[in-house]
């Protein structure tokens, strides 16, 4: 109550206090320019065993949090056993260890109103904690024995097998999810790790003897990296960290590299026919880059002015002047080691499909020939220096980030680069990034929609790839 009383009289004083009239727009307000997001020094050390840790307190809530980042994912399982990664994942929590099995596991956390989680993503494998201060002491040795020493029960690992056939049979369900999908599949191609998907034969193909193999080949203290936040004294949590993990010993296995991404270009256009739709989802786009690469942030500020928010080119042109789309965007994602993907799109009904394609196209070219205004670009780069305090208003957050950082090899202060990066970003930038990246000529297009409602026939544009989204039984 009382800093809500505080915070009451402080708005009061601002508002009253201001001289003159009040603004008649809300465009004539004005906002000092966002400072430097401020970055907590968690305490580093790293085990003889090669695990490192991160510590930083919060005294906020009586909770601890510690969140471990694993080097391992589906980049990695074997071709024809598609879903082995996540099937692990959900096993090594499901089926618990050797000397806890997962229901007794459940009731334990259930009574210490605690979680513990394991999941294993594309490049990431993840497991948690969350818990009350006094139960730190329950929950941490529970996580280390899950980590260390799972038992994939055969009936945990055939539970997980029926989720993962329920999750095949019903991925046809979105129609954006499924042009999601397939996009990224013709981008890094469909028969890549970064383009393969389950079947109910890879899933079939997956035994026992498979999970303890992968958990084998990629579970070791060398490739974990631990974060905790919370309510504790840090040279307290740093000796029940050393008790809980010293004795796991090293695997010897290196840093697994993830699979280089093949650089081929797959422009052209790709059409999934879906009779029981009237509206197209249309995705333009190529393989986009790193985070470390040296034109990143201006690649960054060039989405935000062409598709990124309510201002942007596509939205102000596409969706409001034409209106030509339901949804218009475009995203320029970068991965911290491997290419990401840039898309631009637009949702619409079918018989504006070959128009909203050609419109897309149209602001890409603009970009790179049209000038960019001032006022433009400042709006683009200051969305993104301010949009970033929702990434960093947590101890949580910034630990994370800082962990990830370190997890992928990048400089601890590259969240301080960038923001210098993003200011010192020009028109000049953006334009040449532009002219280099934004040749919307040779994008991939992919078109999701009742083909016979479109305005024109797809073909008008080029010679055009139809892609089978039937699920093999």
Not at 358 to 378: S, V
């Amino acid at each position: 109550m009382r800093k809500l009383l505080s915070s009451a009289l402080v708005f009061a004083s601002v508002v009253f206090a201001q001289p003159g009239k009040p603004v008649a727009s809300f465009k004539d307000l004005k906002f000092p320019a966002p400072g430097r997001i401020p970055v907590p020094e968690p305490v580093r050390f790293q085990l003889p065993n090669g695990m490192i840790l991160m510590l930083v307190e919060d005294h906020e809530l009586p909770t601890i949090n510690v969140n471990a980042m694993i080097r391992v994912g589906s980049l990695w399982e074997p071709a024809g056993k598609a879903g082995l990664a996540v099937i692990a994942g959900t096993v090594m929590r499901t089926g618990g260890s050797v000397t806890r099995n997962g229901d007794q596991l459940d009731r334990e956390l259930d009574r210490l109103a605690a979680s513990v989680e394991i999941g294993i993503g594309g490049d990431l494998g993840t497991a948690s904690i969350f818990c009350l201060k006094e139960d730190i002491d329950k929950a941490l040795p529970i996580l280390a024995d899950l980590l260390q020493h799972p038992a994939f029960p055969q009936d945990k690992i055939e539970l997980s097998k029926i989720e993962q056939r329920d999750n095949i049979a019903r991925r046809n369900d979105d129609p954006q999810g499924i042009a999601g999908r397939e996009f990224n599949r013709v981008l890094y191609g469909k028969d890549t790790p970064y383009g393969r998907v389950a079947e109910n034969a890879t899933i079939n193909a997956i035994t026992r003897d498979d999970l303890v193999a992968f958990h084998k080949q990629f579970f070791q203290p060398e490739s974990v990296i631990v974060a905790a936040w919370g309510d504790f004294k840090v040279a307290e949590m740093r000796a029940k960290l050393e008790q809980a993990f010293a004795s796991w010993p090293r695997g010897g296995r290196p840093w697994h590299k993830v699979p280089a991404v093949e650089s081929a270009n797959r422009g052209g256009l790709y059409l999934i026919d879906k009779s029981d739709v009237n509206q197209s989802s249309v995705m333009l786009g190529r393989l986009a880059s790193r985070s470390d690469d040296p034109d990143y942030c201006a690649l960054t500020v060039m989405n935000g002015i062409l598709g990124d928010g309510f201002a942007s080119r596509l939205f102000s042109q596409v969706r409001s002047e034409q209106a030509l789309a339901y949804a218009v965007w475009s995203n320029w994602s970068a991965e911290y080691e491997f290419p990401g993907v840039f898309t631009a799109f637009g949702g619409t009904k079918s018989e504006s499909t070959v128009k909203i394609i050609k419109a897309i196209r149209h602001e890409m070219d603009r970009l790179a020939t049209d000038p960019i205004g001032d006022e433009e670009l400042a709006r683009a780069k200051d969305s993104i220096l301010k949009g970033m305090a929702f990434e960093f208003d947590a101890i949580s957050k910034t630990l994370g980030r800082l962990a990830t950082y370190e997890f992928h090899g990048y400089p601890r202060d590259f969240l301080q680069r960038y923001q210098d990066g993003i200011r010192a970003v020009t028109k000049a930038d953006v334009v040449r990034v532009a002219k280099q990246y934004l040749k919307s000529d040779q994008f991939a297009v992919l078109v999701l929609g009742k083909e016979k409602d479109f305005d024109a026939p797809l073909s008008s544009l080029g010679k055009v790839t139809r892609i089978d989204i039937t699920i093999p039984k």
